[in-house]
């Protein structure tokens, strides 16, 4: 929990309480199931102010007078405006909140003794180009913002409505007879925790109960109809109720706790994200920039509320927007910058969470674990009264299936079950006060004043980092596709297949199908100078020979 900082161990100390100081040593124990909280700080248990007052007199004591706080980082003047006589002209105003004086941090944090704005570096802007994409126009003041037997008749005395919701539950549910030993026992083999919540649906009222039994003694004959049948089984349970409630927290704990620590996890990532994101600090100082060339002051920050609408101020010539030209110069100045959103994911979790709705399932967790023991207590007593009759009874030669299904299993666990919840609960206690100081000193280190952190949400103040960073992302997305286009526009077009060109580079380079064709013609030119034998036999060539002379006599 605490770093290993040996300034910080003799400069800060923080008294905290004694029962959860106890718990909470060593650091390792800052986990709640697969999330470690181990980073988080001793000091982050109490709040700025407690802070303040528990340890100004001793730092004053241990370092004397208080450093001067840093000077202000000086703003390089722009490349290409070197003229000592040139004065700028009339350009939009950025209405931000400007930050004139950065007070020091009333303490170390886990993010340093200083704002983000004392360590942002200079950014050098072309001020000409500035001035005349953003020169202020008199007619462009303003901007928007844009079958068989006869079945014997049941007796049935509840509502029609209530009827019917008993009997849809119990078509989920095992039959009414096994309810009773299951219940005692909370045997999760025999009904899980969606059987426990429909359970708890089916729980009689006193004026339910009465009505059946009444209903019951005036027709002895007659049976009941399967929901009454089911709440009078339900009504022979004592303490149900608590029973129920008690079963449920038992079986719930893990995922209320996971709801809270959850949102607490992402709100803490986010912080580590954004404290170290290079992007984010290079987007800072170059907005700070822009702002201080356009409204012509030396302002020291801005409120990041004012990342929202970059994208709603437009420059008086090409009507792109300021986080149109804001991404030009990231990408110039710093061209190994990211995109920024793919950086910060935890930001954009935990803008999707409600913390005041974790506030209140704290305040609901540690009530439900208050009662729980409360129930255990009253379960206590009436088990041990079940248990003496149960033994008479055995003694009498009677049997107790529902004593001897309870052994080994949840019920027998429920002390140890609820001990360990609560223990989880101090963790998360502190982890939860620890997560939420620790996100206000984040707002100072931002250059948020104290009356303002007061006021700002976790969630509005991610979701406003993550909706900025999405912008910022399609927008740079944007120019990098465009600048792509214009690239392949501009290059040299290759010639088409029947082109001049293609022919005589065809020609030039010939193919093996080309080597090939000109071999055979070199063949078939070739005169045949070889001797020829012939293979005809040789009583055909005399057959020839005659009719040869023959022939000839006959012409004569």
Excluded at 270 to 277: F, K, R, W
Excluded at 383 to 411: H, M, P
């Amino acid at each position: 929990m605490r770093e290993s900082d040996p300034t910080k161990d003799y400069l800060l100390t923080w008294d905290l309480d004694q029962s959860l100081g106890s718990f909470l040593n060593p650091a390792a124990r800052l986990r709640l199931n697969t999330l470690d909280f181990s980073d988080l700080w001793d000091e982050e248990e109490s709040t700025d102010d407690e802070g303040i007052n528990s340890c100004g007199e001793s730092l004053v004591a241990l370092r004397g007078p208080p450093a001067p706080p840093p000077l202000p980082p000086v703003i390089a003047s722009p490349l290409t405006s070197t003229k000592s006589g040139t004065t700028k002209g009339q350009t939009l105003k950025l209405h931000w909140r400007e930050l004139l004086t950065l007070a020091p941090l009333p303490r170390m944090t886990h993010f340093g003794n200083q704002t983000i704005w004392a360590r942002l570096e200079p950014v050098h802007l072309d001020t000409n180009r500035l001035e005349y994409l953003f020169v202020s126009k008199v007619n462009c003041t303003s901007f928007k913002v844009f079958s068989g037997k006869k079945k014997q008749l049941s007796v049935s005395v509840l509502g029609m409505k209530r009827s019917n919701i008993i009997t849809i539950t119990l078509s989920k549910l095992p039959p009414p007879r096994l309810l009773p030993p299951a219940i005692y026992s909370m045997d999760t083999s025999v009904l899980d925790r969606e059987d426990v919540q429909r359970l708890q649906v089916l729980i009689p009222t006193e004026e339910e109960l009465s009505k059946i039994k009444e209903a019951k003694s005036q027709n002895p004959d007659s049976p009941l109809a399967p929901a009454e049948v089911c709440l009078l089984t339900l009504g022979e349970i004592s303490h149900l109720k608590s029973r129920l409630q008690l079963w449920a927290f038992a079986l719930d704990y893990d995922s209320m706790e996971r709801e809270i620590a959850e949102p607490l996890f992402h709100l803490k990532l986010a912080m580590e994200q954004l404290s170290d994101s290079q992007t984010f600090k290079c987007i800072l100082a170059t907005v700070l920039a822009i702002g201080n060339f356009l409204n012509s002051c030396k302002a020291r920050g801005f409120e990041l509320s004012y990342l929202g609408k970059l994208s709603q101020v437009r420059d008086t010539h090409t009507r792109q927007p300021l986080l149109h030209h804001v991404c030009v110069l990231m990408m110039e100045l710093y061209p190994q910058s990211s995109d920024l959103y793919s950086d910060i994911t935890a930001v954009t979790k935990a803008g999707k969470c409600d913390f005041s709705l974790v506030q209140s399932n704290f305040t609901q967790l540690e009530a439900l674990c208050k009662a729980s023991w409360e129930q255990l207590k009253i379960l206590d007593k009436a088990d041990e009264k079940r248990e003496r009759g149960s033994a008479e009874k055995r003694r009498g030669g009677g049997r107790d299936d529902e004593a001897l299904s309870s052994q080994g299993l949840l019920r027998q666990r429920l002390p140890k079950v609820l001990k360990e919840c609560e223990e989880r609960l101090k963790v998360l206690r502190a982890v939860h006060r620890r997560v939420i100081n620790r996100f206000h000193s984040f707002l100072l280190f931002l250059g948020y004043s104290k009356a303002t952190v007061r006021e700002t949400k976790a969630e509005d103040f991610c979701r406003i980092i993550s909706n900025f960073s999405l912008e910022y992302r399609t927008t740079r997305q944007n120019i990098l596709l465009q600048r792509e286009r214009e690239q392949q526009k501009n290059a040299p077009k290759s010639p088409g297949p029947n082109t001049p060109a293609t022919r005589r580079k065809h020609q030039a380079t010939p193919t093996q199908e080309d080597v090939e064709q000109r071999r055979l013609e070199e063949v078939l030119r070739t005169p045949d100078t070889t001797p020829r034998f012939d293979m005809t036999p040789r009583h055909r060539r005399r057959m020839a020979d005659i009719r040869g002379l023959t022939s000839q006599k006959l012409t004569r």
